[in-house]
């Protein structure tokens, strides 16, 4: 089913006010402070496409509440070629300069929210950006969400979607876990500037491991918003137990090998 556009005999599509049931049924309250991360597609069609959605979720939290995103200055995926995958490169993307404000890989709902009024935005490749209360501390990262309670909601995306997640990475991963990710400085060296490459992924998905126990703790809500699957969490509930995780046993948790002495 199409974002914006329905198929011949299709009834309306989801409107503001469907979707705001869908968020309150979901235990979403004004005042909140949510990390969003989405897929218009994943929601069904929804009336006015992505700024209802933003419109939805504006309301939902209010002006006392606060909707960060992240909002990286990328480009979609780069189609690979022959060459690429020989070198070990998994995906490419090119980076736009820092105050980039036009599309990006980051989806359409995220596009749509930078276009609203009262939206300021950080810096850096890593960027985010906020509305609402305390804006102007949210869009310097995802520190002062963690720190005051803030929650995390992923409409039709997983865990993997989930930015705030790597700031249990400040403990440190070790290199042979890295290197899964990485490919040589010598391969990047053979891309412009204005292009990232990146290589494979770890033996075992850790950060799935650590959601699957944040959902035996009964953690996490599930609801639906539109026909998407919504999860809801407390953002550093989550960030916690893969923090731990990092701590305890980070190779166990990628199921790569540790290293003989």
Request: hydrophobic content about 40%; charged content about 25%; glycine content about 12%.
């Amino acid at each position: 089913m199409s974002s914006s556009v329905p198929s011949p005999g299709e009834q309306a599509g989801l409107s503001r006010d469907d979707l705001l049931g869908d968020l309150r049924a979901l235990g979403i309250r004004p005042g909140d402070a949510l990390e969003v991360h989405s897929a218009l597609s994943a929601l069904g069609w929804v009336d006015g496409g992505a700024d209802t959605v933003v419109a939805a979720l504006m309301e939902a939290v209010g002006p006392d509440g606060a909707l960060v995103m992240s909002a990286f200055p990328l480009s979609k995926p780069l189609p690979l070629t022959e060459q690429d995958r020989a070198r070990g490169v998994t995906a490419k993307v090119r980076r736009y300069a820092d105050d980039w404000r036009g599309p990006t890989g980051m989806g359409a709902i995220v596009e749509a929210f930078l276009r609203r009024p009262g939206v300021v935005l950080g810096a850096g490749l890593h960027r985010v950006a906020a509305w609402g209360r305390e804006a102007e501390r949210h869009r310097d990262g995802y520190r002062y969400l963690l720190d005051t309670g803030g929650r995390a909601l992923l409409l039709g995306v997983g865990i993997y979607r989930c930015t705030s997640m790597h700031y249990a990475e400040h403990v440190g991963i070790p290199f042979e876990v890295a290197a899964c990710y990485d490919v040589p400085a010598s391969v990047s060296a053979l891309y412009p500037d204005d292009v990232l490459v990146f290589g494979g992924e770890t033996p075992e998905p850790g950060w799935s491991k650590v959601f699957d126990e944040a959902e035996r703790r009964g953690l996490v809500t599930h609801g639906r918003v539109g026909v998407a699957e919504a999860l809801l969490f407390v953002a550093a509930d989550v960030v916690s137990l893969y923090e731990q995780a990092l701590r305890d046993d980070p190779y166990g948790l990628f199921g790569v090998a540790r290293p003989t002495p």
